[in-house]
């Protein structure tokens, strides 16, 4: 995974002079660009470029020449009613249980702080509260907020999202025509192309395993598209390729074992990086080895995955243009303007040393 970078030098330029302004620091005008340029030690274009975003949102006047931007009092009172309150409700129930999801997002959340806003999460993940709609409404309409971040929702939580005043910018989950923003990797192309290097190897008994949010009640794009993979090369699907489970260690572990009793899959697809070292646990427990007699490929490219020597095929993306998307988001919704746009980023299999050919009658 790549390093995130922070935003431009005139965006944060722009957040900390909006912040001196409504802190009273500067009443009536602005330093001149040298004056501010020499204080803040930052070049007179980066200057230039931030005063042309504050102009823009309405907090400075338009620009005479030779003389420095006025801010009146309605501009005072303008960037105050900006400030707004952006409640993210994580999927997992601590930042730590899925750093490939949770890593973009806190550096969304300081991003956010950045420009002057209130980011916080809400006090309970969806898997704490069991993706109960009900509790996780409660949980939504009790708590202030101006904008929410949903991550990795399901689709009847973002469809009752989408029903709400409140702005809502989903982080992946499924809004196929619910008029929500979302972004997102877009990893269907990589889900195909993960399932058809498995079946040129001659796999057939490919199980995909994913949590219910991406199975009900009808199977999400990526799902869609690896079941269309198989059965374009004639292979007949149906539960055991798309399995269900109880989304609990317990539960999974229940599933795996199942598997493994009367037809072992010769390739497992798995969601999310903790359950892929999970099955890779259980595998070694029952000297099932990899890739010899299952082939192993993650959905995720979590940065443990770099550390594992020969590679595990995954599917990889840069997470810095999502987080950029988050930030621009909230910046557009501040102003008052609405934003239901899509907007994706392109996704990769890479495969690795955890595939290999099908076990001789195994395919």
């Known amino acids: 995974m790549k390093p995130l970078l922070p935003l431009p030098k005139h965006e944060l330029l722009a957040a900390h002079l909006r912040e001196g302004v409504t802190q009273g620091r500067w009443t009536g005008k602005l330093p001149g660009v040298r004056s501010l340029a020499r204080e803040l030690m930052v070049s007179h274009h980066t200057v230039r470029r931030a005063l042309e975003l504050l102009e823009a949102d309405g907090l400075l006047g338009a620009r005479e020449v030779g003389r420095s931007r006025g801010i009146t009092a309605a501009g005072h009172a303008a960037a105050l009613r900006r400030q707004l309150r952006v409640g993210v409700l994580r999927h997992d129930a601590r930042y730590t249980d899925d750093l490939q999801s949770n890593l973009p997002l806190i550096e969304m959340l300081h991003q956010i702080e950045a420009q002057g806003h209130i ?40 469809e009752w999202c989408s029903t709400q005043e409140t702005p809502c910018l989903a982080l992946s989950g499924r809004t196929g025509g619910l008029g929500l923003a979302r972004t997102g990797p877009d990893k269907e192309p990589a889900y195909r192309a993960a399932t058809r290097h498995l079946l040129a ?3 057939r008994r490919i199980v995909l395993i994913v949590r219910e949010a991406r199975r009900k009640p009808t199977p999400g794009a990526c799902e869609r598209a690896f079941l269309e993979e198989l059965a374009a090369h004639g292979v007949p699907t149906g539960a055991y390729h798309l ?26 697809i ?6 892929y070292f999970a099955a890779a646990d259980f595998l070694a427990r029952q000297r099932i080895h990899v890739p010899e007699k299952v082939s192993l490929v993650s959905t995720d490219c979590d ?7 020969p590679g595990i095929a995954h599917i990889k993306w840069d997470d810095t243009p999502m987080v950029r998307r988050v930030v621009r988001w ?12 899509t907007i994706n980023y392109p996704a990769v299999f890479v495969p690795g040393g955890s595939i290999g050919p099908a076990p001789a009658g195994g395919g």
Request: a positive charge.
């Open 119 to 158: 980011a916080f999460s809400f006090k309970q993940s969806q898997i704490e509260l069991r993706h109960d709609l009900p509790r996780l409404i409660r949980q939504l309409t009790k708590t202030p907020a101006d904008a929410w971040l949903i991550a990795a929702g399901s689709r009847e939580l973002l």
């Open 270 to 275: 798995i969601d999310e990086t903790a359950r």
């Open 303 to 309: 940065s443990v995955i770099s550390w594992c020597q």
């Open 243 to 268: 399995p269900d489970w109880e989304e609990t260690p317990a539960g999974f572990s229940r599933l795996l074992r199942s598997l493994f009793q009367n037809t072992p899959p010769t390739a497992l």
């Open 330 to 341: 909230v910046a557009t919704v501040a102003k008052g303007k609405a934003d239901r746009k």
């Open 201 to 203: 190897l001659g796999h």
